[in-house]
Antibody, heavy 123, light 110 residues
């Protein structure tokens, strides 16, 4: 059974830093691209960042580029999101999500999601 | 940047009725990379449809997707009580941002 378990959320002051983790199990982690998607309270979904299975390619939304860094440790089956220079508008539930692939080809969608971790940026 | 627009914002229907949700893109989207998700309060999104018309594993056949180019549709043939939720369309493209979500359509009980 595929499981994604996020951790590391919490309350942080504006300008502060936080590192989120997503522990994966139930699939060959290194074979799949992974992503972070966030949802501000009462709002819709916003894609944040993605990383290839090897970790060699990373992608970011303009809203977080230069402040957030996505990485992965395939030996530990764990995805990370390092968040620096946090702003009030970064307040959201952060989900990690597995990219859905069929026959080694991406479908451009996310087939498994974690339950999310809440990040609150406030003084 | 491709912008997705969903309509209506809210759809008020009764169980057993048919729901038709629209997703319109500002530029042509590859049908291979258009997906639909369902989200209930306090839960993570659930993949319903990928490739514009393929149902994800375990999704009932009352859910169907169609469309191409800039206009896509999610249809729920007969609403069940558990189908009242928010639905998002999402596209993947080769230019940034890599993934884009629509603002969502809420299907609530009339």
């Amino acid at each position: 059974e595929v499981q994604l378990l996020e951790s590391g959320g919490g309350l942080v002051q504006p300008g502060g830093s936080l590192r989120l983790s997503c522990a994966a199990s139930g699939f060959t982690f290194s074979s799949y691209a992974m992503s972070w998607v966030r949802q501000a309270p009462g709002k819709g979904l916003e894609w944040v960042s993605a990383i290839s299975g090897s970790g060699g390619s990373t992608y970011y939304a303009d809203s977080v580029k230069g402040r957030f860094t996505i990485s992965r440790d395939n030996s530990k089956n764990t995805l990370y999101l390092q968040m620096n220079s946090l702003r009030a508008e970064d307040t959201a539930v952060y989900y990690c999500a597995k990219v859905y692939m069929i026959a080694a080809a991406g479908t451009g969608s996310f087939d498994y999601w974690g339950q999310g971790t809440l990040v609150t940026v406030s003084s | 940047e491709i912008v997705l627009t969903q309509s209506p914002g809210t759809l008020s229907l009764s169980p057993g009725e048919r729901a038709t949700l629209s997703c319109r893109a500002s530029q042509s989207v590859s049908s291979s990379y258009l997906a639909w998700y369902q989200q209930k309060p306090g839960q993570a999104p659930r993949l319903l449809i990928y490739g514009a018309s393929s149902r994800a594993t375990g999704i009932p056949d009352r859910f169907s997707g169609s469309g191409s180019g800039t206009d896509f549709t999610l249809t729920i043939s007969r609403l069940e009580p558990e189908d009242f939720a928010v639905y998002y369309c999402q596209q993947y493209g080769s230019s940034p941002p890599l993934f884009t979500f629509g603002p969502g359509t809420k299907v609530d009980i009339k």
